[in-house]
């Protein structure tokens, strides 16, 4: 069953068109790779899915239903959690703070959380703005799981992080994907990301150019649509 399907996405800054009818499709207890050069409209379906920005036409889906064009609070409360780019703690808070903060039933738990990332276990008491770079990711990461959600995003999950703790992040990724989390990643690394991956989709200039299997995503492919 799909739980996220979005067809025929057109969004626009102002008069500005940015996606021209953007396929995707993630199924339950699925990861999909979303990928694409800088500026090709990644982050722009991302928000135009979360409802941070209203698109103008065609249809989003979550589990049947549609969301498109609905306030990002009722798009997280039908169980989509984000790990937005940048991190984005709460500075002020406690690593148990920022966990607790917006957590919601179910068995996603700070304990839980804890045993995905032993690091927070050790630096519960302290404030987020103290942690390194990659420990605020893992609290990123915690946090939207704490929201018990259906539908995680990571967005550039590890970006600028040094390679021990992008091996941390995808080994969490990894053991999320073992216990049927469904997961829409959008991340620069392929060779850590393909072999996590169910599905790709590539966007070029707003437009999904490729979806399919990592296995069909060949050297040619990736050089076309992802290479520098």
């Known amino acids: 069953m799909s739980l996220l399907e979005v067809s025929g996405l057109e969004t626009f800054y102002g008069a500005l ?4 009818g953007v396929e995707l499709v993630v199924a339950e207890g699925e990861v999909v790779a979303l990928m694409g050069r800088n500026g090709m409209g990644k982050t722009t379906t991302i928000s135009s899915i979360l409802g941070m920005i209203r698109p103008r036409n065609g249809s989003i889906r979550l589990a049947g239903r549609e969301v498109a064009g609905m306030r990002a609070h009722r798009i997280a409360q039908f169980g989509v959690g984000l790990v937005p780019e940048g991190r984005r703690c ?6 148990r703070e920022n966990l607790v903060a917006a957590a919601r039933p179910g068995r996603w738990t700070a304990k839980r959380v804890n045993e995905l990332f032993p690091r927070l276990e050790e630096r519960h008491a302290q404030y987020a703005n103290t942690l390194s770079g990659g420990e605020q990711q893992m609290l990123a990461i915690g946090r939207a799981l704490m929201t018990n959600p259906e539908l ?4 550039e999950a590890t970006e600028g992080l040094a390679p021990v703790i992008r091996q941390d992040i995808w080994a ?3 053991r999320l994907k073992r216990e049927g989390q469904s997961i829409l990643v959008v991340d620069k690394t392929l060779s850590e990301m393909l072999p996590v991956a ?3 989709f590539v966007l070029e200039k707003g437009r999904t150019v490729f979806s399919g299997l ?6 040619e492919l990736q050089d076309r649509y992802l290479g520098v």
């Open 17 to 20: 068109q940015a996606l021209f």
């Open 152 to 155: 995680l995003i990571l967005d």
């Open 198 to 200: 169910d599905r790709c």
């Open 172 to 174: 969490a990724i990894r």
């Open 90 to 95: 709460f500075p002020n808070l406690t690593v």
């Open 214 to 219: 990592p296995a069909a995503l060949t050297a």
